[in-house]
């Protein structure tokens, strides 16, 4: 009941009714808010005629975009505020209608608002709110105002967009330009890109390969160049590519930091064996002034054997530590073995001389000259030396006995002088020697003779005897002092195997230097005792040293064997690099195996040396090789440079086999390497560089043929033909393409070949259209002889003699129409029979039909399909033209006699009509 009473005393505008609403509405006053708001609820109502009288009354733009923001929209709503903003009703102002569309969102009312707006200012309002690009596609395409237009176009930024505005901006041709040339724009700052990307993944490519390679000459000039041209470029690099290219360049940079470590360092293996070199040759010049100044020497002791021999060992030693690093000259090594040999023929004649000098004493003491002159020839003391103390005397006492004047003074105060020069030495024992044969030489000289130097001969004993007695004050503290020192370095256990060792054999030699001076028995037993302590403790130590000696020594001589090995069987093409490897190698192993035992060490070591002599000639010999083949590797490349017929390209490729082989080849000679290097290095930079002239050459020329297609697609483009004559023109742009061709590949030439394609497609379309066109035209132009014959036809079906139909004065007709209008007169005459008459005229009706591609009826598709069975048969050789097909028909058509006058006109009508959809028929 309280339902039934609302609905009784609710208002009209919300009655069931939607009648009852709409007349309601009509007295609802907008002005008021509560009315108003009815208003608004009935724009949403469910009826849309309801809808429309309520908007009808709202006025106010901004309550219905409210609605529009808060209701589901409706058309009738949009259609109401649309033209409200549009100014097709209502009176706002300009400047409020535009606000308004600057709160819009809804695309769907912005294109209608920039389609229909009442001002340029309004849509171009509109055009601003609207993001949607198919919406600013169709703007710029189908409105009105051409700002607008182009507003929308300037809007309008993806290659989709632009690609539409292209094909269908036919309204304004600004537009399509504009989108054209933004397109082309774009894409060419696309293939920029691209071919800068291009450029760059090149550059890391080559980069990365540069970095793979091995070292040559110009290797950081290569880099620096590469790293110069990416760095020249303007365009962002993907961070990809950065990082390759960073990583290369520290792979390349450590190439050359490597590299140049390598030559600092063979630039000090060179200083040292220099140095080595040098230090070698001083070795020798010491020998040699050692044996020129014992040479020149007048008499020949002891300590100088000694000290030759020690001065031998030590420089035996340190020119053995040479040859181990560094070759040695072989002129030097023959000095060397020159000087050693003179000190062994020293050596062996001192030997000799000290196994028969107790003989020659007893034989002196005997005076057995005979037995003397036996001793001195075993001896073989060597003439280039001088004489022992002995020696001179045992030559003096034969030359004495030999002379019956005996002894002269002259001879006596020679000695007298050579003794007191060994006093002042301080040589004692050849001084103590000589004396003793002064006294000698003086018991059987005549007194006369020896008296005035008897005085002379006396003071030199008593500096003798006082040199006697100063050896042995000086010996006696210094022999107790070495005495303590050995005894307690044998209590000492804290030592170390080796400086135990030095230490001791320091003291040894020590003791020996005061030979007999204050010796005494037991200062010299517990020195023995002390040192044969020493070396009792000593023993395992030198025994393990000895084993490691032995060891070192048998690695030498394996090393020894098999670099002989090597050399005796050195391969045909052995590279030099392996073989300097080698050599490295070798020298390491050889001074990791040291030391070795010293009698022995000489030896091997000239054996290691000579063989290290026959390797390096060896590798000097396939250096040598390597530097013919590239010599000849650069010839090659001369002649190839100057090689004209051959195509550049070829010649690149002939080029780079060229540097495989020469990097197959190996390493010249240092310098003559970096020589010929930059040599054929320059060759095939031109070779290069006229390959890639010749490719700048050809670009050049392809892109001429594409500016010149270019100029042909426009020209044909902007060309269409009048008649169908202008077939020539076309035949004749067709034979100018067909010059141009092949083009280049690409996507530009592509485009170029599908536009060419459609534009000689559509002309050749047009030329048939106007060949028909003419074909009809100039049936028309013969209709009146056809009518005369079916004027005739009628005449003769009639009964009646109608004759010949003659031709046209003043009207030449072509010779297939002249048969078809002789053919139809004799069929006159011959009278054809109606059903074939009738037949035939079905035939060329819907042959007609089929080339005007009009529709048949049922009752005649029988004969479209034979009709098309015959145009297939009739058509293998050569499909003809639809002009042809038309002008046979029609042709045929003339020939067809006699018609009946009401076939004909049961015909014509049809005829005519296939006749005009053919002249106006568009292109397939």
């Known amino acids: 009941m309280s339902g039934l009473l609302r609905r009784f005393f609710a208002p009209r505008w919300q009655h069931p009714d939607p009648g009852v609403r709409r007349q309601a509405i009509e007295r609802l006053d907008p002005n008021r808010h509560d009315q108003r708001h009815a208003l608004e609820r009935l724009a949403a109502d469910a009826d849309p005629g309801v809808r429309t009288a309520a908007l009808a009354r709202l006025e106010d733009p901004e309550a219905l975009i409210s609605l529009l923001d808060e209701t589901t929209r ?46 340029q200012q309004l849509r171009l309002a509109a055009i601003e709110r609207i993001h949607d690009e198919d919406a600013l596609v169709h703007q710029a395409c189908d409105n009105g105002i051409a700002a607008v237009r182009h507003a929308a176009a300037a809007r309008v930024d993806s290659d989709a967009g632009l690609s539409r505005l292209v094909r269908e901006a036919r309204r304004d041709r600004q537009v399509m330009r504009q989108a054209r040339e933004r397109l082309n724009q774009r894409r060419a700052d696309a293939a920029q890109l691209a071919a800068a990307r291009e450029h760059r993944e090149a550059l890391v490519s080559a980069l990365e390969r540069h970095a793979s390679a091995p070292w040559e000459p110009l290797y950081a000039g290569r880099m620096r160049h590469l790293m110069r041209e990416w760095q020249q470029l303007e365009d962002t690099p993907d961070p990809s590519l950065e990082r390759r290219y960073h990583d290369a360049c520290l792979r390349c940079r450590k190439v050359v930091e490597d590299h140049e470590a390598q030559q600092r360092a063979n630039a000090a293996v060179h200083r040292h064996r ?118 001179h005397t045992c030559r003096q006492r034969l030359e004495r006995h030999a002379t019956p004047a005996g002894v002269s003074a002259e001879h006596i105060e020679t000695q007298l002088d050579e003794l007191e020069r060994l006093l002042e030495r301080g040589a004692f024992k050849p001084a103590s020697r000589l004396h003793q044969q002064l006294r000698q030489l003086t018991e059987g000289a005549d007194p006369a003779t020896l008296r005035p130097l008897e005085a002379r001969a006396r003071r030199l004993g008593a500096r003798l005897a006082e040199l006697r007695d100063w050896r042995g004050f000086v010996a006696g503290p210094k022999r107790e002092q070495l005495v303590a020192s050995i005894e307690a370095l044998a209590d000492d256990e804290t030592s170390v195997e080796a400086a135990l060792d030095r230490r001791h054999r320091q003291l040894v030699r020590e003791w020996k230097s005061l030979g007999d001076a204050a010796a005494n028995r037991e200062q010299s037993t517990r020195f023995r005792t002390a040192s044969d302590r020493i070396h009792q403790r000593l023993a395992p130590w030198r025994a393990r040293l000895e ?98 017929q051959m195509p550049a390209a070829r010649r690149a490729e002939r080029a780079k086999e060229l540097q495989r082989r020469w990097r197959a080849l190996g390493r010249a000679p240092k310098g003559e390497e970096q020589a010929l290097w930059r040599e054929f290095r320059s060759l095939c930079d031109t070779i290069f560089a006229s390959r890639e002239a010749a490719r700048d050459d050809r670009l050049r020329r392809a892109e001429e043929r594409l500016d010149a297609m270019q100029a042909l697609i426009d020209r044909l483009h902007g060309w269409q033909p009048a008649r169908s004559t202008d077939e020539a023109v076309l035949t004749q742009a067709i034979a100018e393409a067909a010059a141009l061709e092949p083009l280049p590949g690409g996507r530009r030439s592509e485009g170029m070949r599908r536009r060419w394609s459609g534009i000689v497609r559509a002309r050749r379309q047009r030329l048939e259209r106007l060949a028909v066109s003419e074909q009809v035209t100039g049936w028309r132009e013969v209709r009146p002889l056809l009518d005369a014959h079916l004027q005739a036809d009628a005449e003769d079906l009639a009964g009646n003699d109608p004759g010949d139909v003659p031709l046209p004065e003043g009207q030449t007709l072509a010779e297939d129409l002249r048969n078809a209008h002789f053919r139809r007169n004799a069929a006159r005459r011959e009278g054809t029979a109606a059903d074939t008459v009738e037949e035939r005229l079905a035939r060329a009706k819907v042959h007609l039909a089929l080339l005007a591609e009009g529709s048949v009826s049922h009752r005649d598709e029988p004969l479209r399909l034979a009709i098309q069975v015959e145009r297939l048969n009739d058509n293998l050789g050569r499909e003809p033209s639809r002009a042809e097909e038309v002008r046979s028909v029609l042709v045929e058509l003339l020939a067809i006699g006699p018609v009946p006058p009401a076939l004909w006109e049961h015909n014509v009508g049809e005829l005519d009509h296939m006749l005009e959809r053919l002249s106006s028929l568009p292109p397939p």
């Open 547 to 644: 084993s490691e000696r032995d060891n070192n020594l048998a690695t030498r001589i394996t090393l020894c064997e098999q670099l002989e090995t090597l050399l005796d069987h050195p391969a045909q093409e052995a590279d030099p690099d392996a073989l300097r490897e080698i050599r490295d190698r070798a020298r390491d192993q050889w001074r990791r195996a040291s030391p070795v035992p010293r009698d022995k060490s000489e030896a091997v070591g000239r054996r290691f040396g000579a063989i290290r002599h026959r390797l390096q000639a060896l590798i000097d010999q396939r250096a040598r090789e390597i530097a013919e083949a590239k010599r000849e590797l650069v010839d090659e490349a001369r002649q190839l440079s100057e090689e004209e």
């Open 74 to 119: 409706s058309t009738e709503l949009t259609r109401r505020l649309t033209r409200l903003i549009c100014g097709k009703e209502g009176r706002l102002e300009l400047s409020t209608r535009v606000a308004m569309v600057a709160r819009l969102s809804e695309t769907e009312l912005l294109e209608i608002i920039a389609l229909e707006g009442d001002n």
């Open 274 to 391: 220099e140095d080595a070199q040098q230090a070698s040759a001083s070795l020798v010049e010491a020998l040699e002034e050692s044996l020129e100044a014992l040479e020149r020497s007048e008499t020949l002791g002891a300590q100088d054997i000694a000290s030759l021999r020690s001065q031998k060992r030590l420089l035996a030693h340190r020119w053995q530590e040479l040859a181990d690093l560094h070759v040695t000259d072989e002129a030097l090594r023959r000095r060397y073995d020159t000087a050693l040999g003179r000190i062994e023929k020293i050596g062996s004649a001192w030997a000799r001389l000290d196994q028969r000098a107790g003989d020659l004493e007893r034989a002196l003491e005997e005076d057995d000259r005979e037995r003397l002159k036996t001793l001195l020839t075993a001896i073989d003391w060597p003439d280039s030396l001088p004489p022992t103390s002995l020696l």
